[in-house]
């Protein structure tokens, strides 16, 4: 489906409707231009590597592993900074992003999937979908384990607050460092833009190849109803979430990876943080599971 198809779909589907996210998903790539006139600084560097490792980790663990199919346990402190910290990917709050992926999980690769590549196109799974209005509200009927916790409320409904407390702390970080050691070469705009903008942009296609990359390349291990595929190099730039033909047979599982040779990143910052006792009750593939994969 190409761009002109997808935003034709979007309107012809939903009449009266606008492409209600569209100009802020134009503005943020744009706004990554402002990277050639801020300038490089090593500390640049560092502010886009920690942000994307951060985000992706409080996405794969948490809107993905914990939000959308319960996992494994935790507290209701550490529940809310995976909450927060997930929502300044800027891809709006926990409870609307469990919402349509459980969504997914149950139509996956059919009629009703908001973003299959398989019956809607490469480009609509990946990026034109969240461009439209129709999918910009949260379906709480799919998510009534949430719907309980007042905070994910008030974080799903202000979620451009995460957003801006990130930019706020990567510009005072910059400005104090612009002050204090002015040889590093950056500045608070210099580290927004770097660590909030290129990265964001960053985080978002890698999280959108897990909707579409991953249900097209890629070599499938279980006989699953959908195209759901297995795809390295998606695993390696998502933490653990490109074996997703893995993870679309036994979805419950903290663990996507189920071999040695299977890197999944985000499983073993889990363990790690199972070990400080910050999360519990890691749930994982049953070993008729492992039956199935060698047959």
């Keep these: 489906m190409t761009l002109l198809s997808a935003l034709k779909h979007c309107i012809s589907d939903h009449e009266n409707q606008l492409l209600l996210t569209?100009?802020?998903?134009?503005?943020?790539?744009l706004a990554c231009i402002g990277i050639f006139f801020t300038g490089f600084s090593w500390v640049a560097l560092v502010a886009l590597l920690?942000?994307?490792?951060?985000?992706?980790?409080?996405?794969?663990?948490g809107f993905h592993r914990y939000f959308s199919h319960r996992s494994f346990k935790t507290?209701?402190?550490?529940?809310?900074?995976?909450?927060?910290?997930?929502?300044?990917?800027?891809?709006?709050?926990?409870?609307?992003?469990?919402?349509?992926?459980?969504?997914?999980?149950?139509?996956s690769d059919k009629e009703p999937d908001i973003h299959s590549p398989v019956t809607?196109?490469?480009?609509?799974?990946?990026i034109g979908w969240?461009?439209?209005?129709?999918?910009?509200?949260?379906?709480?009927d799919r998510i009534k384990d949430l719907t309980k916790f007042p905070e994910l409320h008030f974080i799903d409904r202000f979620h451009v607050l995460p957003?801006?407390?990130?930019?706020?702390?990567?510009?005072?970080?910059?400005?104090?460092?612009?002050?204090?050691?002015?040889?590093?070469?950056?500045?608070?705009?210099?580290?927004?833009?770097?660590?909030?903008?290129?990265?964001?942009?960053?985080?978002?296609?890698?999280?959108?190849?897990?909707?579409?990359?991953?249900?097209i390349i890629g070599k499938k291990r279980f006989k699953t109803d959908d195209e759901s595929r297995n795809n390295w190099w998606v695993a390696l730039l998502t933490f653990g979430e490109g074996w997703h033909n893995n993870?679309?047979?036994?979805?419950?599982?903290?663990?996507?990876?189920?071999?040695w040779w299977e890197i999944d990143l985000t499983y073993y910052l889990l363990r790690f943080l199972q070990f400080c006792g910050l999360v519990w009750d890691l749930k994982l593939y049953p070993e008729k599971i492992y039956e199935e994969a060698r047959n």
Aim: glycine share 6%; proline share 3%.
């Design 22 to 29: 569209k100009t802020p998903m134009i503005l943020m790539h």
């Design 50 to 61: 920690v942000t994307y490792f951060v985000r992706v980790f409080a996405l794969t663990a």
């Design 75 to 107: 507290s209701r402190w550490f529940q809310f900074l995976l909450a927060w910290v997930g929502t300044s990917s800027a891809q709006l709050g926990p409870m609307w992003w469990a919402a349509n992926h459980r969504h997914h999980h149950q139509h």
């Design 120 to 126: 809607r196109g490469f480009f609509w799974s990946h």
């Design 130 to 140: 969240v461009m439209c209005k129709a999918h910009s509200d949260t379906k709480y």
């Design 163 to 215: 957003v801006l407390s990130l930019i706020a702390l990567l510009y005072g970080i910059g400005a104090i460092l612009n002050t204090c050691f002015p040889s590093l070469g950056t500045s608070g705009i210099q580290l927004v833009m770097w660590g909030f903008f290129l990265s964001t942009v960053f985080v978002y296609h890698v999280t959108f190849c897990v909707n579409s990359v991953t249900h």
């Design 247 to 259: 993870h679309h047979r036994w979805p419950l599982s903290a663990r996507q990876g189920m071999y």
